[in-house]
């Protein structure tokens, strides 16, 4: 159980195109999901946290118009990089956890994104 | 200063060997701590979480020492596939989904 998918795992664009990447829970249902990127030889830095029917909190640093997050339902969540740019070219992982799970988080297997 | 600071490695050690992973962490009222396995170019997948008594899961032993703010993980016996990139995690919530905040990842290689 606590599966976590991503969609897609891996997308290359074009300079200023926007990129839409799916967080989906399968079998449990997630109030909360998580937003990290990840950088070559680098941590996961939290982007931003994404609550179901709110709006996302966005980690200092991160662009909210340009990361746009939405929680819709209990088992999706999406992120979509606008006007991507080379610089953006990263892992994007997200993460849910289960409701009363204490923290306990479940990851994605992330999406490589490259932009040319 | 980050949250959670690792000594990056790598560590290269013979199948066999035993092996000792640091961590230090910043903020004291952090309360669950966890150490995490991630392989190259794959998601953070967890190893064990961490507790204040020490805990023991097969060949891996985890230790925390509240007062240093410092968290180990200590590898008995490595196995080839323990290569991989280990993540010590601090969060600041126990009983409710916390933020997480990850080290770098101190990195592992076990050659035969």
């Known amino acids: 159980g606590a599966v976590v998918s991503q969609h897609p795992s891996r997308v290359i664009c074009k300079s200023g195109t926007s990129v839409k990447i799916e967080c989906r829970s399968l079998?449990?249902?997630?109030?909360?999901m998580f937003w990290y990127r990840q950088f070559p030889k680098q941590s996961l830095m939290l982007m931003a946290t994404?609550?179901?029917?709110?709006?996302?909190?966005?980690e200092q640093g991160v662009e909210k118009d340009k990361f746009l997050i939405n929680h819709a339902s209990l088992t999706l969540s999406t992120l979509t990089v606008t006007s991507a740019h080379p610089e953006d070219s990263s892992f994007y992982i997200c993460?849910?956890?289960?409701?009363?799970?204490?923290?306990?988080?479940?990851f994605g297997p992330g999406t490589r994104l490259t932009v040319l | 200063r980050k949250e959670v600071e690792q000594d990056p490695g790598p560590f290269n050690v013979p199948e066999g060997a035993t092996v000792a992973f640091n961590c230090t962490y910043s903020?004291?009222?952090?309360?669950?701590f966890f150490w995490y396995r991630q392989d190259c170019r794959k998601e953070p997948k967890l190893l064990m979480s961490v507790y204040s008594s020490g805990n023991e899961d097969g060949r891996f032993t985890a230790q925390l020492n509240r007062a240093s703010q410092y968290i180990s993980l200590l590898i008995r016996d490595s196995k080839l596939s323990d290569s991989a990139t280990y993540l010590c995690v601090a969060t600041d919530r126990g009983s409710t989904l916390g933020r997480l905040y990850f080290g770098r990842g101190t990195q592992l290689t076990v050659w035969p």
């Open positions: 993460s849910a956890g289960l409701a009363g799970g204490g923290d306990t988080q479940y």
């Open positions: 903020n004291s009222a952090s309360q669950s």
């Open positions: 994404s609550n179901e029917g709110s709006k996302a909190t966005y």
């Open positions: 079998d449990f249902q997630a109030t909360t």
